[in-house]
């Protein structure tokens, strides 16, 4: 990381975790039905187990340009040492109920493949810029099979559409594997660090049951694999700023 000071002293760094309803911790609870906010998210996991203070400016349903926005004005304020960045869910995401409605249509990921390129190679190097280090994060793989039954909510109708759009239901893995690979080329053509968050769900033979039902959201497990991820990432990067040498990772059931 050359021209950054690493330096950060004996209280750590300011952290910002720019990102959507995954670093925001949202989880779906079976038992209530509906979207919550989960206490032990990666996030405050973190909290415990880095020097410094750790600003989670996520939201649900952000995408890179929404967040990106938001990140100059917190940047400004915040004056943060590092930024985790955390985007592509929303991104590759199309809106199912108009498929649904009409597949011979033609339809558009929230965020345009280019766009998301330009838009985060351009974010990495304006923080690199103000001596900002920023850090990038896959993207955990999705269950393609239950997201296909979330997005069509059960409705054989909207399900036969849908898959008249797609083609495959294998597709939609295919489709968030391209924006994933997409925050690996910026990683390397823009010579910034990022996390395996990808790679530490397929080192599971059964990633899936660290998802929610909705086959996108990471499960409390899932968090607990992210945090222990990113621990390993600041541990073999930046040891000191970690508590206690990195000593004492989240357990999670494997």
């Known amino acids: 990381m050359g021209g950054f000071n690493l330096d950060f002293g004996d ?7 720019s990102g959507d309803s995954i670093s925001k911790g949202v989880i779906y609870d079976e038992v209530r039905k509906k979207y919550v906010i989960l206490e032990d998210n990666y996030v405050s996991l973190l909290q415990n187990k880095l020097k410094g203070a750790v600003r989670n400016t996520a939201r649900f349903g952000n995408t890179l340009l929404k967040g990106i926005s938001n990140l100059k004005k917190d940047v ?14 929303n991104d590759c995401d199309f809106n199912w109920n108009e498929i649904a409605t009409n597949p011979e249509a033609e ?7 280019n766009m998301f390129e330009q838009m985060l190679t351009e974010t990495v190097n304006e923080l690199k810029n103000q001596q900002i280090i920023p850090i990038l994060m896959s993207l955990p793989p999705l269950n393609a099979d239950k997201y296909f039954k979330w997005v069509s909510q059960n409705d ?17 893995y295919w489709w968030q594997e391209r924006y994933n690979s997409t925050i690996l080329k910026v990683s390397e053509l823009t010579k910034t660090k990022y996390i395996d968050v990808r790679g530490a ?7 899936t049951k660290f998802l929610c039902s909705d086959g996108i959201h990471p499960n409390r497990e899932g968090h607990r ?3 222990d991820k990113v621990v390993e990432f600041v541990k073999s990067n930046y040891r000191n700023l970690l508590r206690d040498g990195g000593a004492g990772q989240v357990a999670y059931e494997s």
Do not use: M, Q
């Open 11 to 17: 209280d750590g760094a300011k952290y910002i975790v």
């Open 76 to 89: 400004l304020k915040e004056k943060p040492n590092i930024v985790l960045i955390e985007y592509g869910g």
């Open 107 to 113: 339809h558009y990921p929230k965020t345009d493949f």
């Open 156 to 172: 054989p109708e909207a399900e036969r559409n849908i898959l008249k759009w797609l083609g495959s239901v294998t597709k939609i």
């Open 201 to 207: 769900f397929l080192e599971h033979p059964d990633f």
């Open 225 to 227: 694999i992210i945090c």
